[in-house]
């Protein structure tokens, strides 16, 4: 230990011991895996090579020749930080051309880039409403949905699962009071793969005058036009006040962005805490994430790769008689592949037994997930290899056998 490191028994900090004893004794505690080289279908964690189906790097962008290219050029050219927030002095030009080139593929006013997704929507949801109003939330909705939800300090109804009757039903509750209201569904949810009711939600809204909200993190780059997500794919555009999306994963780097009305964004530039009080981007990330919306418009083919892999892997993973959804939890409709196993101490694991014969396939327990519905969470990218998968494939079917979970 060196001198200056806290030793792990100060009395302060016990009860964070305790409760880390006690996710030992569930046997859901971990250990973070260590990438030891690129982002990649296949890669290096821990020392051993393995297939990774635990990264949301879709389009394998994260380590793009024309993305790392554009990364030195912009370092090259601007240097390495910001050197401020955006408010005071880190806005830089290529932070703006990125939020004018977001604007323009999602076909809407205007974006403000945020420093990630989470920040995106926590600062969103916060800023845009107050005591006096009301959000109504899916049950499954992001975390950084639920923290924005509750620093705004206004009145949260949460509707069940994709139930539009339900989230009307609250709708017709609290349709006379004085607050705005706001409904709020991820496009694509995270831990299983489905579709928010994104057009019918719209609908809602139109009717009870609400603001319409949606986070976009696992749809963009992956559902739409050329990645544009699901507010496109339902064709809901003009009907989206808040559109929320991430540049962390299809788009391969770090970031978020909401994207809405020029109203909206200047507001957000005046009111959103983490864009007021944290610094912005560095200028590499920008210009990395400038190259990435150009790619999907110039390489459309990866979108097609994703959708056809997801297609086989999904198929195949039910024939060999995997749970992947859609008896006791929402069926997956796009690259995400849940593989259901229910308690949590079995699901990690077969994690680590995969992980043992070269397979990186993320387990994902309580409170991730709802208690018992714990799973092997699989993310097919547009870089995995025919035969990538079928090697993966190959060892989810014998390792599952030998724990007797198939
Ligand atoms: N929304 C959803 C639905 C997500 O899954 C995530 C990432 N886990 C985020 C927002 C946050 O995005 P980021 O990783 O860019 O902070």
Redesign the pocket.
């Known amino acids: 230990m060196s001198p200056t490191s806290t030793p792990s028994t100060r009395p302060q900090l016990a009860h964070l011991s305790a409760q880390l004893d006690d996710l030992r004794a569930r046997g859901t505690y971990f250990r973070l895996r260590v990438l030891e080289d690129e982002q990649a279908s296949v890669c290096h964690y821990d020392g051993r090579e393995v297939i990774n189906l635990a990264s949301?790097n879709y389009l394998g962008l994260c380590n793009h020749p024309k993305l790392r290219e554009a990364a030195i050029a912009a370092t090259e050219k601007y240097g390495v930080g910001s050197g401020a927030v955006r408010t005071i002095a880190g806005t830089m030009r290529i932070h703006m051309e990125l939020e004018e080139k977001i604007a323009a593929f999602k076909g809407v006013e205007a974006c403000v880039v945020f420093q990630?997704?989470?920040?995106?929507?926590a600062g969103t949801v916060s800023s845009i409403l107050g005591k006096e109003d009301f959000i109504l939330s899916d049950e499954l909705?992001?975390?950084?949905?639920i923290d924005g939800a509750r620093l705004s300090r206004a009145k949260i109804k949460v509707f069940r699962h994709k139930d539009v009757a339900h989230a009307e039903e609250l709708l017709k509750e609290i349709q006379n009071e004085p607050g705005r209201k706001l409904v709020i569904t991820?496009?694509?949810?995270?831990m299983d793969g489905d579709i928010g009711p994104v057009a019918q939600l719209c609908d809602l809204c139109d009717k009870y005058g609400a603001i319409m909200m949606v986070?976009?993190?696992?749809a963009s780059g992956v559902l739409g036009r050329n990645g544009r997500g699901s507010v496109d794919h339902f064709g809901c555009t003009q009907r989206v006040d808040v559109q929320?999306g991430?540049?962390?994963?299809a788009i391969g780097a770090?970031?978020?962005y909401v994207c809405g009305s020029r109203d909206l964004i200047d507001y957000l530039y005046h009111r959103a805490r983490p864009f007021l009080f944290s610094t912005s981007h560095p200028p590499s990330v920008a210009a990395t994430c400038i190259a990435a919306f150009d790619l999907l418009e110039s390489e459309p083919e990866r979108i097609e790769r994703l959708w056809s892999n997801t297609r086989y892997f999904q198929e195949q993973l039910k024939i060999a008689g995997f749970d992947i959804g859609g008896k006791t939890t929402p069926a997956s409709e796009t690259p995400i592949t849940p593989i259901l196993i229910g308690d949590g101490r079995k699901t990690m694991d077969f994690s680590r037994a995969l992980f043992e014969q070269g397979l990186m396939a993320t387990g994902i327990a309580f409170p991730t997930v709802p208690e018992g519905k714990a799973r092997i969470r699989c993310i097919m990218t547009s870089e995995h290899t025919r035969q990538q998968i079928d090697q993966a494939l190959e060892i989810l079917t014998t390792t599952a056998k030998r724990l007797e979970i198939l």
Do not use: P, R
Request: proline content about 0%; hydrophobic content about 40%; aromatic content about 6%.
């Open positions: 949301n990630s997704g989470f920040a995106a929507n909705n992001h975390a950084s949905i991820d496009g694509v949810f995270s986070d976009d993190a696992h929320v991430t540049l962390s994963k770090l970031g978020g």
